[in-house]
């Protein structure tokens, strides 16, 4: 209940500010579904400000990705979310386009490269340790609702002020394309996003202090961040128990003999 408030919130405030009120169905048009587990379509074609077309498979070239919905003409949400994105991968020690992938999927096929290209130029600019060359901002095309809804991004365009209404948030994804964890709003904490990445890796990423934080942990949907689980600490003490009882039992062996 505590999530969805707040993704209702994130949208509502925007049609607020614009002084539209929000229409009466708003609730099941727009939002985000969890669907944790779920196929992405990886072979979805995406376009990017440059004019390279690739598969959502081939830009992950093996590696997971932070995907995220919008439109580069926002007025609202859609700035604030690319600029959470940057600041949070500016703070990590993982990099864009070389440990992970960043992809921003445009939503408004009214828009064309310029202003994905424009929206680069404004990460390069004003957050140039996000690494902006290796994202990748992808225009609108036939195949974005089909993603979209595989993601459990619901949006609409409101014909009354000719803006889209959406939630605010991104997923990471697996690199073979299943979607792993959900963060909500426009402010990330990189940490809690790093974990994620290193935990969708499936190997890849991260060490053995990694696997350890992500063995005693758990990710809380409604917080977007990893917390301490008892059951878990429990379970690894008790295995480090087990692992010097029989240690101590090996070495008095030892001595025995």
Same mark, same amino acid.
């Given at each position: ?9 994130? /949208?509502?405030?925007?049609?607020? !500010? ?12 727009? $939002? ?11 072979? %979805?074609? @995406?376009?990017?400000?440059? #004019?390279?077309?690739? %598969? ?16 580069? =003409? *926002?007025?609202?949400? *859609?700035?604030?979310? @690319?600029?959470?994105? &940057? ?17 921003? &999927? ?6 064309? #490269? ?10 390069? =600019? !004003?957050?140039? $340790?996000?690494?902006?060359? $290796? ?8 195949? %974005? ?34 979607? +792993? ?19 969708? +890796? ?6 053995? /202090? ?7 942990? $758990?990710?809380?949907? &409604?917080?977007?961040?990893?917390? @301490?689980?008892?059951?878990? /600490?429990? !379970?690894?003490?008790? *295995?480090?128990?087990?692992?010097? !009882? ?12």
């Amino acid at each position: 209940m505590k999530v969805f408030r707040f993704v209702l919130l994130i /949208i509502v405030l925007p049609l607020l !500010m614009a002084a539209v009120p929000p229409p009466p169905d708003l609730e099941r048009r727009a $939002g985000f579904d969890q669907h944790v587990g779920a196929m992405l379509p990886t072979r %979805t074609r @995406l376009t990017d400000d440059r #004019g390279i077309t690739r %598969t959502l498979a081939e830009i992950a070239d093996g590696k997971p990705l932070v995907l995220a919905f919008g439109y580069y =003409r *926002c007025p609202n949400l *859609c700035d604030l979310t @690319l600029h959470g994105i &940057a600041r949070a991968a500016a703070t990590m020690p993982l990099v864009p386009g070389k440990d992970y992938g960043i992809v921003f &999927a445009g939503i408004d096929p009214r828009e064309n #490269g310029t202003e994905a290209a424009d929206a680069r130029s404004m990460i390069a =600019r !004003m957050e140039p $340790g996000a690494h902006a060359e $290796g994202w990748t901002f992808a225009k609108a095309s036939d195949a %974005t609702p089909a993603l979209a809804a595989a993601a459990g991004f619901r949006y609409f365009l409101d014909p009354r002020n000719g803006q889209y209404a959406h939630p605010a948030g991104l997923l990471v994804v697996t690199p073979d394309g299943h979607v +792993s964890r959900y963060f909500f709003g426009v402010s990330f904490d990189p940490g809690a996003l790093r974990l994620a990445l290193v935990d969708a +890796s499936q190997g890849r990423l991260g060490g053995v /202090i990694d696997r350890l934080v992500l063995l005693c942990c $758990g990710y809380d949907p &409604a917080t977007g961040r990893y917390s @301490l689980l008892v059951s878990r /600490i429990m !379970m690894v003490l008790g *295995c480090v128990f087990v692992l010097l !009882m029989i240690a101590g039992w090996l070495r008095l062996r030892r001595r025995a003999r």
